[in-house]
Nanobody, 123 residues
């Protein structure tokens, strides 16, 4: 049984940076894709970014492209999302997820989920 645990959320000023992390345990995730989703108050959860743990290829939603960088550290079984130039509209609960197979933006395609980490961007 796999487990994902996020950490590193918090409060940051607009224009600043934050780096939430996602620690994986319980089974091997080295063949998985790791994704980040977010849900803002009153809005549906949306896909943000994904990384192939083995190959390192990445994909981003247009809303974060050029500002966020997702990466994975196989030795630490941890994925990261470096968030730069954050904006108030980035305020959301951020969750990491894992699945085997190609990257998709549909939540139902992802098999493992973390509990979420709140990121709040003040203007």
């Amino acid at each position: 049984q796999g487990h994902l645990v996020e950490s590193g959320g918090g409060l940051v000023q607009a224009g600043g940076s934050l780096r939430p992390s996602c620690a994986a345990s319980g089974r091997a995730f080295d063949s998985d894709r790791i994704g980040w989703f977010r849900q803002a108050p009153g809005k549906e959860r949306e896909w943000v970014a994904a990384v192939s743990w083995s190959g390192g290829s990445t994909r981003y939603a247009d809303s974060v492209k050029g500002r966020f960088t997702i990466s994975g550290d196989n030795d630490k079984n941890t994925a990261y999302q470096q968030m730069n130039s954050v904006r108030p509209e980035d305020t959301a609960d951020y969750s990491c997820a894992a699945r085997r197979g190609i990257v998709t933006t549909r939540m139902t395609d992802w098999n493992y989920w973390g509990q979420g980490a709140q990121v709040t961007v003040s203007s």
